[in-house]
């Protein structure tokens, strides 16, 4: 008696949409290949991840107890609030793309707002409230964003990635301005080969992981709309009441050799803690070390250290400056 052949539950790659009924058939779907690039002050940069959107407050409010027939719709304020990630590029000569040192810069020194132009974000300038269902989305230029934090990292076998969150609002009623940029060079990724850090008390040979992070503490804030101006419920006025400039490290102890450089925390003048992610460096002069994490296992012993930067009073440049490309001096 011959026996039944049991039936696949693998269906080929050639008749998807014949076998395949419900959502996926009959349809071209849109997959994250569409938006590899977006462009930042007018610059191209290829991202890994975008999504950046204009943000609003809907809400209903009761206003009787009982129930919600005594409710009423709060329409708020309109933001932009998003994240992106990609990896550090850099040219034939190693210098990063203008685009991606326009994004280092501000999170650094926001004083300056950035212009994201992207084809996968739209908006209403208008009061929400008025237009009877938001029908009127256009594609606009985020022309009043700034960084609220900027994360950059490396590890062995990895490549430099660098991710970014973004506030802002539109300030202008102005068309997106993307276009699909042609014959634009891609660049060369950062790995951990192009990397390096030291300090003053330590070459730190044995580094096994570099973090640095800068975060921009947002405050907005929302007036009353007049009626003799252009009417919209965007953000009027946002700045940036507190930058924090911190970054972390592990590394591989040394036998014998870092008896005496072991930090319980504090701040050390002249420590001069430089990361240097190939294209990028960042330089800390006066770090506040947080207690540091040295678990003493079977294995071998990983120090992880966490500091916060502080600016040195005695240092010509008040400011602070903390990222130098690699035309630059320090």
Request: net charge negative; hydrophobic share 35%; aromatic share 10%.
């Amino acid at each position: 008696m011959a026996r039944k052949k049991k039936s696949s539950v693998f269906v080929p790659l050639g008749d998807p949409t014949t076998i395949s009924p419900g959502l996926n058939s009959r349809m071209e779907v849109a997959t994250g290949f569409l938006i590899r690039h977006v462009r930042i002050n007018g610059n191209p940069i290829f991202i890994d991840r975008f999504d950046v959107q204009p943000k609003q407050e809907i809400e209903v409010k009761w206003y009787i107890q009982g129930g919600p027939r005594a409710s009423i719709a709060n329409i708020g304020k309109k933001w932009v609030e998003g994240q992106m990630s990609f990896p550090a590029r850099v040219d034939r000569d190693g210098l990063l793309p203008q685009a991606i040192r326009d994004i280092l810069i501000n999170s650094e020194y926001p004083i300056q707002s950035l212009r994201i132009d992207t084809n996968h974000t739209l908006s209403y300038m208008g009061i929400t409230a008025e237009n009877g269902g938001s029908d009127d989305n256009t594609l606009l230029s985020l022309d009043d964003v700034v960084v609220r934090s900027c994360t950059i990292s490396v590890s062995p076998n990895t490549e430099v990635k660098i991710n970014v969150s973004f506030f802002g609002t539109i300030d202008a009623n102005i068309a997106g301005n993307y276009i699909t940029p042609e014959d634009t060079e891609i660049g060369r990724k950062l790995t951990w080969n192009d990397c390096d850090a030291s300090r003053y008390s330590s070459a730190m040979r044995t580094v096994s992981l570099l973090e640095f992070t800068i975060e921009n503490t947002i405050e907005d804030a929302v007036f009353l709309t007049a009626m003799d101006e252009q009417r919209s419920d965007q953000i009027k006025l946002f700045g940036v009441k507190q930058c924090k400039w911190s970054g972390r490290y592990e590394e591989i102890l040394r036998l014998g050799a870092e008896t005496e450089n072991f930090f319980h925390g504090g701040w050390k003048v002249g420590e001069n803690v430089k990361f240097d992610f190939g294209g990028i460096k960042f330089y800390t002069r006066v770090p506040l070390f947080e207690m540091t994490d040295q678990p003493l296992t079977a294995s071998m012993i990983v120090r992880k250290s966490k500091f916060i930067s502080l600016t040195s009073p005695s240092q010509s440049n008040q400011q602070g400056k903390l990222i130098y490309f690699p035309e630059e001096e320090i």
